[in-house]
């Protein structure tokens, strides 16, 4: 079946713009996650979906950075007057549900912040 | 807070040889899950192999098997018969058994030789 996807695949930006990366969660999977991949680290977490709540935001590196999901399904996340530092691959998984399942990983939006 | 180090950024390895990478990870907790996975330049994060860490033996998964040393807090992966297709980053992960985000370590790059 279709795995996770994301769009855009790679988003250029000028410093001070808004951005939205999409994600499509493999279908019937109601937990999803969004990852940061900064050049040269490993992956952070931001934020966690269960259905359409956000239980742990904890994440998420300022309040710049927020998400949403609706219908159980496809997430946004949105970050606001981009600066430079938010330059990295964002990755996005999902589950069939939380805890115990395995996370599944889509190709990732790459941003570029100028 | 748990964390996980991989050691190695870099390994090498002969097609059809046998390479180790290396994996340890501090955590207070009894029960968890371990996961090893590869990202190849198309960005994509691939299950490789899961541990449950109440299981003592140890997962294989055709040619990738891990070597899981519980009290040591290590975890490894051995690939046999190495492809060139196994050329990727390779990140270790943990999980908590009852919390959802994943905590990576920083990869290990490993290049497949003909």
């Known amino acids: 079946g279709a795995g996770v996807s994301q769009s855009p695949s790679n988003k250029v930006t000028e410093k001070g713009k808004d951005v939205e990366l999409r994600c499509d969660p493999i279908?019937?999977?109601?937990?999803l996650y969004w990852y940061r991949q900064s050049l040269g680290q490993g992956l952070e977490f931001l934020i966690y979906?269960?259905?359409?709540?956000?239980?742990?935001k904890s994440g998420l590196p300022s309040d710049r950075f927020s998400a949403e999901r609706t219908g159980g399904s496809v997430s946004t996340l949105t970050i606001q007057r981009t600066q430079q530092e938010d330059s990295a691959v964002y990755l996005c998984?999902?589950?069939?549900?939380?805890?115990?399942?395995?996370?599944?990983f889509g190709p990732g939006t790459r941003l570029l912040v100028l | 807070a748990q964390t996980v180090t991989q050691s190695q950024p870099e390994m090498s390895v002969q097609e059809a040889e046998t390479v180790t990478l290396s994996c340890t990870y501090d955590?207070?907790?009894?029960?968890?899950?371990l996961f090893w996975y590869k990202q190849p330049p198309s960005r994509q994060m691939i299950l490789v192999i899961r541990?449950?860490?109440?299981?003592?033996q140890n997962a294989t998964e055709n040619r990738f098997s891990v070597n899981f040393q519980k009290a040591a807090k290590s975890f490894s992966l051995k690939i046999s018969d190495s492809q060139l297709g196994d050329a990727a980053m390779y990140f270790c992960?943990?999980?908590?058994?009852?919390?959802?985000?994943?905590?990576f370590g920083t990869g290990t790059r490993l290049q497949v030789f003909p």
């Open positions: 998984a999902s589950s069939l549900v939380r805890y115990r399942e395995t996370q599944y």
């Open positions: 279908s019937g999977h109601t937990a």
């Open positions: 979906f269960q259905g359409n709540s956000a239980p742990d």
């Open positions: 955590t207070s907790e009894s029960d968890y899950y």
């Open positions: 541990q449950e860490a109440y299981k003592q």
């Open positions: 992960a943990y999980r908590g058994y009852n919390t959802d985000k994943l905590i």
